[in-house]
């Protein structure tokens, strides 16, 4: 059997934020922020050079590159029909022997060093691309995320589907518009430990809808954080301003749904929250400014704005049970902050006129 190149799998001690190009955003911003010492889910990731070995033994002559590269942006049909078939081939493709090793031994790492369990250990697989979650372009919700795997067979063929799901229709439209470079485009794959959340959600280091800075909003529901992401819930929401903690605002919404993991194979299952719960709020104060500590922990790490993705164990004392999933640079707010105010002029005189101009119909 040929030796496996090195860095084709590595532990999330052994990355830090300027492994983005071997890593992808997710992977390099978990690593980055469990070197910081924010407590995040135990795992690892299959790194680009992974990625590119594989494609290279199933497209050996670069016609993928080439195919996704020629798309026009607004063509829906050859879009969808180009994109299934290059995620066919990646999906029906076999993993190299020795790279099936290396993850099977990383992910035995994680089933050993966790609590006693009689189970292969669940995870979370989620797509890490290079050019995902930086400050001028965000892939998040367009490639996949996989909840609750568990067993080595699982794990690497979601692995193949996380690498097939960067040529999703949705993900290749958006880097056609944005014409991003398909030469250089890999993807990594983030394996974590799942944590069987009693309740998740986000939050984001400025409001989502004034810009303001100077709160932390945060959002919450009862299970796993997916029932927020995928609409299927209202979540609380609480404003709380980062300088004097105070709570600012509090909604407590009827939340009738919850995502939780199936306890009797793999993935997870949609149930109704109990009567008692649906009304009631998922967070106490205290773990609130836990949450609200953490992400001023991680912007003040970062220099910027923060959409941050938690949850809090069930399992686990307190003070041991919140958990950092993902965090990813803002967006929308940074992008209003980097358009210029107006367009450039000739002459000063020339934008006073403009104003007149825009203004004469007004009332």
């Not at 029906?92 to 290396?102: H, V, W």
């Not at 966790?114 to 995870?123: H, L, M």
């Not at 301003?241 to 919850?258: A, N, P």
Request: proline content about 5%.
């Amino acid at each position: 059997m040929a030796l496996t190149p090195p860095n084709l799998v590595r532990r999330f001690a052994e990355i830090s934020i300027h492994d983005r190009p071997a890593v992808g955003g997710k992977g390099a911003s978990l690593g980055e922020m469990a070197r910081t010492g924010i407590r995040v889910p135990a795992g690892f990731v299959v790194t680009t050079a992974a990625f590119e070995q594989f494609l290279a033994r199933v497209d050996p002559r670069g016609s993928i590159h080439h195919e996704i590269g020629r798309l026009a942006a607004d063509d829906l049909l050859a879009c969808t029909s180009v994109g299934a078939a290059v995620r066919a081939r990646i999906e029906s493709a076999t993993l190299p022997e020795s790279l099936q090793a290396e993850i099977a031994d990383h992910y035995q790492e994680l089933h050993t060093s966790a609590a006693a369990s009689g189970y292969s250990e669940p995870v979370a697989i989620r797509s890490s691309a290079t050019s995902e979650d930086s400050a001028d372009a965000s892939f998040a919700g367009l490639q996949d995320t996989y909840l609750w795997v568990r067993g080595v067979d699982s794990v690497i063929e979601h692995v193949r589907r996380c690498w097939a799901s960067l040529y999703a229709v949705e993900s290749v439209m958006y880097r056609r518009r944005l014409k991003l470079p398909e030469q250089g485009l890999a993807m990594a794959v983030v394996i974590q430990r799942m944590i069987d959340s009693r309740s998740s959600g986000v939050m984001f280091t400025r409001s989502p809808n004034t810009g303001d800075r100077s709160v932390v909003v945060v959002e919450a529901s009862w299970g796993l954080g997916s029932a927020i992401v995928s609409g299927e819930v209202t979540p609380d929401k609480y404003v709380v301003g980062k300088i004097t903690g105070e709570i600012v605002s509090r909604t407590v919404s009827q939340k009738m749904r919850m995502h939780r993991p199936n306890a009797l194979s793999s993935g997870t299952l949609v149930d109704e929250v109990p009567v008692d719960q649906q009304n009631a709020a998922c967070l106490s104060d205290d773990e609130l400014h836990a949450l609200v500590e953490i992400a001023k922990q991680v912007e003040r790490h970062y220099g910027c704005p923060q959409d941050i993705e938690w949850g809090i164990a069930h399992d686990l004392p307190r003070g041991e049970n919140v958990f950092l999933l993902q965090s990813r640079p803002e967006t929308v707010w940074a992008a209003k902050d980097a358009a210029p105010v107006a367009a450039s002029k000739a002459k000063p005189f020339d934008h006073v006129f403009s104003l007149l101009s825009g203004g004469a119909g007004k009332k």
